[in-house]
């Protein structure tokens, strides 16, 4: 599995958008970005995925750059209850692997 | 809510013990996957179970094992327990695909 680079923390003011950046540089053609973050010592949880299309759900935006080296994963109005650690993985799609956690990106969401 | 459910949400016990943790995946998915965290060690993948058969392993020690039975439910049992066992357990499960896996709220395991 490719290899994911993120900042340690990042601030964020409640109700802006938090963007929170990730660099693939080694990323496979198979490979998809996938976006988990954990919230204090919970279970972590699913955000968002993709493969080279800019995607968006209910809970948040995923742009990758056209070279697919890196992407940016964007909570439009982030409050209080975003603060938690964010992981960017990349893994080969349609695959049943596990997941490769890095340290993730610290992500406080201040008032 | 994830779907998984785990249990027992905390369990406290001796070193050189023997515990089992347990975990319902979500309905339908015949992947489930553990991992361990530890504070100094982050979320490291443990071992793969896809349909009742082991598909991966990862840093699982000896003295873990795992079993995916015919339900799809999966226990993890830890034998002859150390004190640097104490950490949170986590089950995850997927569907087949490139969508995302699913995790419990997590077994917290303290040795003492």
């Known amino acids: 599995d490719a290899k994911t680079t993120q900042p340690t923390s990042m601030d964020c003011a409640e109700g802006r958008a938090a963007n929170l950046p990730c660099n693939h540089s080694t990323i496979s053609g198979n490979e998809y970005v996938y976006w988990y973050r954990q919230i204090h010592s919970q279970g972590p949880q699913y955000i968002i995925h993709?493969?080279?299309n800019n995607e968006t759900n209910e809970m948040a935006s995923l742009i990758i750059t056209e070279d697919r080296k890196s992407s940016t994963l964007i909570l439009p109005h982030a409050t209080l209850r975003d603060t938690a650690v964010y992981y960017c993985?990349?893994?080969?799609?349609?695959?049943?692997?596990?997941?490769?956690f890095g340290k993730g990106t610290k992500l406080s969401v201040k008032p | 809510d994830s779907g998984v459910t785990q249990t027992p949400k905390h369990l406290i016990t001796a070193t050189g013990q023997r515990v089992t943790l347990r975990c319902s995946p979500r309905?339908?998915?015949?992947?489930v996957y553990w991992y361990q965290q530890s504070l100094d060690q982050g979320l490291q993948f443990l071992i793969q179970?896809?349909?009742?058969?082991?598909?991966a392993k990862g840093n699982i020690l000896e003295r873990f094992s795992a079993q995916q039975f015919p339900d799809l439910h999966s226990e993890l049992n830890l034998s002859s327990l150390e004190l640097g066992d104490s950490a949170l357990y986590f089950c995850a499960s997927s569907a087949p695909g490139q969508g995302g896996s699913f995790f419990g709220q997590g077994t917290r395991l303290t040795v003492v």
């Open positions: 993985i990349v893994r080969p799609g349609g695959s049943q692997g596990n997941l490769i």
């Open positions: 993709g493969l080279k």
């Open positions: 179970y896809y349909n009742g058969e082991e598909r």
């Open positions: 309905s339908g998915d015949l992947s």
